[in-house]
């Protein structure tokens, strides 16, 4: 693909384009509304350019075995990076992505094919009104909860309240397997009171989850200078029934797969930051 390609958003009415990255023959960025949204390597799947996002590929890496094949439902599509990666390192995931607008999956997956043997169902809805129909379209058997829930879908405060919410985050809890773990990625401004609201929402979500309880909550996965200044940037949240048993080593291994420089709030830590910040 030597050129862009793009599509009108019905939903949104901005413009989707994928254009080359410049650093690559088979590197692709994809823009919505000429603001960077993903990026994608055809040739390296296992890649993942953006810092936040590889992050959320780091919690991806402790929830199973090395190279064991997990259920993601991905809540918001994208490029459609995260679900390249998971086939990629996770070979025969099974897996499902939505998103609100009708036009960016099918240009995504005409123009930046996926990897050979992907399995992964799309929906084209709103995010919470597609909960009860995500493990079906991922081939999930009934009762069989997903091993990894990823929200990739808020813009700081213009987020929809439906989604920036507690009844949100317990839905999504409600469908991880007892090695389950939820995502968010939390973009937001100067001060962070966007990312506090939903730390609060999903710490209080999780400790009423009897699987993950009072003593767990959210974890925070950032960049330690963003952290420090409080500046704008995204920031990672995980909580989940997968991540309550510290025996496992989450922070260490969080922190040492960056990138750098890194920090990782454990949920007590994260708690005490979201005080600093106040709401």
């Known amino acids: 693909m030597s050129g862009g390609h793009r599509v009108h958003l019905g939903f949104s009415g901005l413009q989707a384009e994928i254009l080359p990255d410049g650093?690559?023959?088979r590197g692709f960025v994809l823009e919505i509304g000429g603001a960077e949204q993903s990026h994608v390597d055809l040739d390296h799947p296992e890649s993942i350019f953006y810092e936040y996002l590889r992050r959320v590929g780091?919690?991806?890496?402790?929830?199973?075995?090395?190279?064991?094949?997990?259920s993601?439902?991905?809540l918001g599509a994208g490029g459609l990076t995260l679900p390249r990666y998971i086939q990629a390192t996770r070979p025969g995931s099974?897996?499902?992505?939505?998103?609100?607008?009708?036009e960016l999956p099918s240009l995504v997956v005409d123009r930046l094919p996926l990897p050979e043997g992907t399995r992964l169902g799309l929906l084209i809805d709103d995010a919470r009104d597609s909960l009860p129909h995500l493990a079906s379209a991922a081939g999930l058997d009934d009762g069989e909860?997903?091993?990894?829930?990823?929200?990739?879908?808020?813009?700081?405060?213009?987020?929809?309240?439906?989604?920036a919410c507690r009844e949100f985050y317990a839905e999504c809890l409600e469908l991880l397997s007892p090695r389950g773990a939820l995502v968010v990625n939390v973009g937001d401004?100067?001060?962070?009171?966007?990312?506090?609201?939903?730390?609060?929402f999903l710490a209080d979500a999780a400790s009423s989850d009897p699987r993950v309880g009072v003593a767990s909550g959210?974890?925070?996965?950032?960049?330690?200078?963003?952290?420090?200044r409080k500046g704008e940037g995204n920031l990672i949240l995980a909580a989940g029934p997968g991540l309550v048993d510290r025996a496992l080593g989450f922070e260490r291994r969080w922190f040492d797969a960056g990138p750098h420089p890194a920090q990782v709030l454990d949920p007590l830590q994260t708690q005490e930051f979201v005080g600093e910040l106040g709401t």
């Open 94 to 102: 099974r897996q499902v992505a939505v998103d609100i607008e009708r």
């Open 218 to 228: 959210a974890w925070t996965l950032a960049d330690a200078g963003l952290i420090r």
């Open 23 to 25: 650093f690559s023959d």
């Open 189 to 200: 401004d100067v001060g962070l009171h966007f990312f506090a609201r939903q730390a609060g």
């Open 72 to 74: 993601a439902a991905h």
């Open 145 to 163: 909860g997903f091993d990894l829930v990823v929200v990739d879908i808020f813009a700081d405060r213009d987020s929809p309240e439906h989604l």
């Open 58 to 70: 780091n919690v991806v890496d402790t929830i199973a075995a090395p190279g064991e094949a997990v």
